[in-house]
């Protein structure tokens, strides 16, 4: 071989060299400059309860002022318990109140699933609401059959409609009281927030009300806990569930209740049907979805107003909705319906 040869073997080789050293350097750079996933967690006060929000993210970002300004303005639009918010305005008669996307958002679902359940899922039932003394009015001393039935005149969310963005009533005395969805659509505007930000794994709690979408940082679906329906006020799990890309609500009958005077003991979920507060042989359901954080929570009060063979029939008809729930037999002992077994 030549020296000429020689000399242009050795550029190529030499030229090799320079571009596996580049390839190595920019495949190290592309490492290094890899973010390493960040857990952010929250967690406070908001709707008259706590909230918990689990989320991976590449930075240390919380959004924590965007994630209250949230929650500002669903209690502005949503919020009995404020008397200057839009629901409270259209409570009180006000007619010339404009409603948001939240409010119009809430009104839609409610509709929707006020006509599946058959009106077992009724924000109308307000009244009925403050007068047992689980709403934002001040309690009756008595409630009987009389009082009852004639506040039953204003239940019934065929007795509303919504035109040009205001809702128009029936009666002016209908009252609305959304708490049995409201949290559950809290739930949903945060994990939609969250998905704006490109976080696609992440866990939102509200209340026990549950949006669960990806993997945690162990890349496995989030798992969450069912209560059992302790009546001493102790807390125990019943059992738990992994949500793939669900939300899940649950709504109970064995701890929020009231006793009167008298010894008559009030729940609080009124049934829309009857304007009765009273126990039955279930305990508490929890519903888990695909769907939104608020039809579960919707189904949730539903179904506990339905009772046990109600509510497994309505599941019969709609095979996408999946329960836990939590009954006494004739034996008076806790038993487990769970469809997702």
Request: with cysteine; net charge positive; glycine share 6%.
């Amino acid at each position: 071989m030549s020296i000429l040869s020689c000399i242009f073997v050795f550029n190529i080789i030499l030229r090799m060299k320079k571009c596996f050293l580049l390839l190595l350097v920019s495949v190290l750079v592309s490492c290094s400059s890899k973010k390493e996933i960040q857990i952010v967690q929250l967690e406070g006060f908001v709707f008259g309860t706590t909230y918990h929000i689990t989320f991976l993210n590449e930075s240390p970002n919380t959004f924590q002022k965007s994630i209250d300004s949230v929650f500002h303005l669903m209690n502005k639009s949503l919020s009995t318990y404020i008397p200057t918010s839009d629901i409270s305005k259209i409570n009180n008669g006000d007619t010339t109140v404009v409603i948001d996307a939240y409010l119009e958002e809430v009104l839609q679902k409610s509709k929707r699933i006020y006509t599946e359940t058959d009106g077992y899922f009724d924000p109308t039932v307000g009244n009925l609401v403050n007068a047992y003394g689980f709403g934002s009015k001040e309690l009756k001393k008595e409630i009987d059959s009389a009082a009852i039935l004639k506040m039953m005149q204003f239940v019934g969310f065929d007795k509303i409609t919504v035109k040009n963005k205001k809702v128009l009533k029936e009666d002016s005395q209908i009252y609305f009281d959304f708490n049995s969805i409201a949290k559950g659509f809290g739930v949903d505007v945060v994990g939609r927030f969250l998905e704006t930000k490109n976080i696609s794994n992440y866990l939102v709690e509200i209340g026990g009300e549950i949006r669960a979408r990806g993997k945690n940082k162990k890349e496995q679906f989030w798992t969450v806990a069912i209560e059992k329906p302790n009546t001493d006020g102790t807390q125990s799990i019943q059992t738990t569930i992994q949500l793939e890309n669900e939300s899940m609500a649950t709504s109970g009958n064995y701890r929020k209740f009231r006793i009167t005077k008298e010894g008559k003991k009030y729940v609080h979920t009124v049934n829309p049907k009857t304007g009765f507060a009273s126990e039955s042989n279930l305990l508490s359901a929890s519903v888990i979805s695909q769907s939104d954080c608020a039809d579960v929570d919707a189904y949730a009060t539903a179904f506990m107003a339905m009772g046990l063979e109600k509510t497994i029939r309505f599941l019969k008809n709609n095979p996408k909705v999946h329960v836990v729930l939590l009954f006494l037999d004739e034996n008076g002992k806790i038993q487990e319906y769970n469809s997702k077994k």
